[in-house]
């Protein structure tokens, strides 16, 4: 086997000893120390870190800079679990996290659920740094089988695995899942140069940034259900952290061949370019939902494999990204190409180069990974404890820190105020779907993939023509979308939880029921829009959202012709539940709610006036005093450092750029 010849031993064992030199495994020490901070901060992912430490690497070590590199890429993702599971407040890559671990964390499971993402993060990364190296003398022939139209059937497959796991209530997915697929495709079309729902909104020709709307739709709600309960996240204190911390351990390695399917499946989707970590997330967390042993009934509800596949795939991804970049200099995303920029300015050309003269630089990228995830892990290990304490923190403590970090993390999307203007309308639309249970992940995915999903059928259309359709590897994926929908419907006819049709045959229509007059309106605007534009520019707009009106029409008459058999209608509602609110009417959830928001808006008009930096304090302590009573002390001394941190990381360190503002603008006029 070419895999096994002496000159790859030889150059695995070389690289090895390269980045083990003392010089170069500092480098790569601070930039796993760079990657766990950059990674509990929401929003401040892996581009921001390449972007802050890239600069200093023209003129370093080629081996010491890419440890680098890839040392504080590799462990964001093993961060990004810490925020996830504490608060719901995903990062870039842990999304589907939230769904189990946010529930473990409210049964005072936080340190377990923590440590079996920080395991399964290791061997993930330990398993996604192996394909590579498995995989770096077959590279070539690989690859290339996988072409746009098996790229697109791939997109749509992920979508399908997502949008089946609604609930008792398929036809919602869908709607969610082309909602997102819209929004998506606002802004230019690349193929036609059309603007699309541009109206005269200069922000919106780049189209809608994801970061605002996946804090929106994920943070923004878990965060108002604090406000809300008015309580701590967990109700009582974590399980003992070093309890909670073996358990966690336990059960990735009781769970190993369910780390070992996740990491393989995000392994090979991060080969693919396009295929980026929110993808990833959803797809094998619907892997693990519908293959791991009652999973059905106990995913969303704190169980740890829901915590485990996600975080294993996480970190094999980064792996698997090195794969299509190191032999033919396809990054799979912005990080990667900016790491190929990084790799020709130091002289390195990806493909047979590398493979064949180079062969221990690209070895020395996959120890990197290997080392950096075993320190990361150990590192999130030794401070597992303090994080889980963290949860039983008063509401108004936690709310008063996170607020600022979720608009510093909005305003990272494109460094807009409309940014910060999407935050809050998504953050009002993922509230909405919680609280009447349409499952948020479905929007996402779609939003990720639907500028992916239209570019593959341009260029498969363009390319192939229609004999696309009959690729075997397009046949196959199609067919795996339809089984994987279809499925779930039929168990449903099976087992007689279809529903029943009303007494009478009348309608009835709820106040829960008016949601979906957004969602139609919304198809309705988009199809008599698009008719406007060019064919290539509307063909992708027309044709989702004519599933979107179809799918909606069809699930609204299903609710109010039929009622579900039984309370729980079946199914599996892949989505974070409600916490609980015993006692309380709707109206008081009302009114906590606006309550909740009304602060958020009380920080945005601040900000226009006086700035984000001056903001963060002054609000902070009023948000403590009024909301909790909380006292003066307290109060000054947290607004205090946490605006010292935001000051010193976010302005001096990284340097963002801050909102404009009133007060800034009178003053440069004065002078």
Known sequence: MEFLDTT????????????????????????????????????IGGLTGFALLVPFTYKMDPYAAFGMLLGMHSVIATADSVTSVLFGVPGHSSQATVLDGLAMTKKGQGSRALSAAYMSSLLGG????????????????????????????????????????????????IVAACFGILVGMVGTNIQTGQMRWTGDLLYLQEGIPLVPI?????????????????????????????????????????????????????????????????????????????????????????????????????????????????????????????????????????????????????????????????????LCFMLSGQFAKIATLRYTLILAVVMPIVYIGAFEGSHSWGDMFVLLAFGALGIIMKRLKWARPPLVLGLVLGTLLERYMSISFMRYGADWLMRPGVVVLLVLSALVFIKPIVQAARSGRTGHL???????????????????????????????????????????ASILLVAALGSLAYKMFFTPAGAGGGGIHMDVGNGPEEGLSNREVFLRSARFFGWFIAFLVSTALIGMLPTIPLVMVAFMRIEGKEPWKLSLILAASMTAFIFVVFDQIIHVEWPANLLQMWLAGGN
């Open 8 to 43: 790859t031993l030889s150059a695995v064992g070389q690289a090895l000893m390269i980045i083990l030199s003392p010089d170069r495994l500092v480098f790569l020490v601070f930039g796993v120390l760079v990657g766990l901070a950059l990674g509990l901060i929401p929003g």
């Open 126 to 173: 330990l398993i996604g740094a192996a394909v590579v190296a498995l995989m770096l003398p077959f590279l070539r022939p690989v690859v290339l089988l996988i072409a746009t139209p098996e790229m697109l059937a791939l997109t749509v497959f992920g979508i399908a695995m997502v949008s089946a796991l609604s609930g008792n209530a398929p036809l919602r997915g």
């Open 214 to 378: 996946i804090l929106g739709i994920f943070a923004m709600p878990e965060l108002c259900d604090l406000a809300i309960q008015r309580s701590a996240i967990a109700s009582t204190a974590p399980v003992n952290s070093r309890q909670g911390m073996r358990q966690g351990v336990a059960d990735t390695f009781k769970n190993w061949f369910l780390v070992l399917r996740c990491s393989g499946l995000g392994a090979f989707l991060g080969m693919i370019p396009g295929i980026t970590g929110a993808v990833t997330d959803w797809i094998v967390y619907g892997h693990a939902m519908q293959t791991s042993k009652g999973a059905k009934e106990t995913f969303t509800k704190g169980d740890v494999r829901g915590v485990i596949a996600p975080e294993s795939a996480n970190n094999a991804r980064e792996g698997g990204m090195l794969v299509p970049m190191l032999a033919f200099g396809l990054p799979g995303g912005a990080v990667q190409a900016i790491l190929l920029g990084a790799m020709m300015v130091h002289g390195f050309v990806p493909g047979p180069d590398i493979l064949t003269k180079h062969l221990d630089l690209a070895f020395t990228m996959v120890w990197s990974i290997a080392i950096a995830n075993l320190f990361g892990a150990g």
């Open 502 to 544: 009303r007494p009478g045959g009348k309608p009835q229509l709820r106040k829960d029921d008016l949601v979906y007059l957004f969602f139609i309106g919304a198809a309705v605007v988009a199809l008599v829009t698009a008719q406007e534009w060019r064919f290539m520019a509307k063909i992708g707009p027309t044709v989702v």
